[in-house]
Each structure stands twice: as C-alpha cells, then as structure tokens.
C-alpha cells in the first residue's frame, strides 16, 4: 500500500518563501506529483519527479529523494493567488494510480 | 481549462438512488480515471481505464460501476447510494499511463445525498 504524510496547513507571507514537504511509503513507485486545488474547483498539475534531484519551474521548484522517501515543493515570490492546497501524489509501478496525501492547505498574507 | 468535461456540474438525490456521472477526456487522451474527494478522506483513486479496458481498481465500492465506450467518454454509476457517498467526483485524462503522463482533471461533479 501507500501511505503519504503531509502538514496540513501553512501560513506564509506574500513574497516570501516557502516549503511544503511530503513523505511517502510505498510498496512500488514510478514518479511523484504535485497539484495545486482552489477550494472547489479540480487540482492543476505542478511538477512531476521520477528521479532525484530538483526540478524547477518558474516560481515552483520540486525535489525527490527516493532513498528517502521525501519531495518538497518550494514556492518563491508567494502571491496572494498561491492560497490553495497543495497535494502529493505518488503514483504505482504499473503507473496507473496516483495515491494522494491529505494535502497542505497554504494561506499567504499580505 | 483542462479539456476534461464531466456532467453533471452539481447532483442532489436521495438515499437509494442510483446516479451517472458522465467524462469526456482531452482530445487524444485515451486513459481515463475516476476519483472521489470527500471532506474527511481527501481525494481517493477509484477506477482506471486505457481505450475502453479497465487497468486497475481502487477503493471503489461493489455499489460503484465504471465503463469507457468506444469513443473514449467515460460513465460512473452510482447506485443505492447512501449519505456518506456525498462528495466530489473528479474524472481525469492523460494521454496513456505511466512516464511523464501527467493527469488533467476535470471541473468535477459536486454529489449530494439528502
């Protein structure tokens, strides 16, 4: 089985910095996503890791170790709009599932 | 916009009531996943299909039946549905699976079970 621990929430400034970290047991593992959800609406694809490292994208940054089962997602710059939650998901060996955390609801302030 | 549609947006019913929930994937997409997010349970794997065979279950329910049709659009049936079934279904789409396949979900449908 899966299971995937993530804080459930943060607070954070606007134009600040912050990390959203996400630790994951599996019995299988073909690759790591991030997703961004407004309340109510569907989640919206961030970053994708399958090896280690950093993987940046504009404002977001993303990195795995797989030894260690461990990602964070790091958002720069913060803007009020990056208020959401912020979900990881672990996808299985065969890649047909993704396993979510609970995710991290972010709350950034003026 | 992701180029996912599903229908209906909102569904109210009653308990013992037996729904559809409809998806179109992404033009291309050939994969299709059904999800269910719930206040306390976060957002679940259901079903997954790969043009119009099932690959892989999750949590899905006996209650709960899926199918992908010819066309690539997908149905999930809901039936004798009881009040903890209320929540949010996601359909998503990607072009296969596995590799930097990354899912595009739809807006969702918003289920109620009064």
């Known amino acids: 089985g899966q299971n995937i621990d993530q804080p459930t929430e943060m607070t954070a400034t606007e134009g600040a910095i912050v990390q959203i970290n996400c630790t994951y047991q599996?019995?299988?593992?073909?690759?790591l996503f991030w997703y961004q959800q407004h309340a109510g609406e569907a989640p919206t694809f961030l970053s994708y890791?399958?090896?280690?490292g950093l993987e940046e994208k504009g404002r977001f940054s993303s990195f795995l170790s797989r030894s260690k089962g461990y990602s964070y997602l790091l958002l720069k710059e913060l803007q009020m709009k990056d208020s959401a939650s912020y979900l990881c998901a672990v996808r299985d060996d065969a890649g047909n599932m993704l396993t979510f955390g609970g995710g991290t609801r972010l709350m950034v302030k003026p | 916009d992701s180029g996912v549609t599903q229908t209906p947006k909102h569904l109210i019913t009653a308990t013992g009531q037996r729904v559809t929930l409809r998806c179109s994937p992404r033009s291309g997409d050939l994969s299709v996943y059904w999800y269910q997010q719930s206040l306390d349970q976060g957002l679940q794997f259901l079903i997954h299909?790969?043009?119009?065979?099932?690959?892989a279950k999750g949590n899905i329910l006996e209650r709960f039946s899926a199918q992908q049709f010819p066309d690539l659009h997908s149905e999930l049936n809901l039936s004798s549905l009881e009040l903890g079934d209320s929540a949010l279904y996601f359909c998503a789409s990607s072009v296969a699976w596995g590799g930097s396949n990354e899912q595009f979900f739809g807006p969702g449908t918003r289920l109620t079970v009064l």
């Open positions: 890791n399958v090896l280690d």
């Open positions: 299909y790969y043009n119009g065979e099932e690959r």
């Open positions: 599996t019995s299988g593992f073909n690759g």
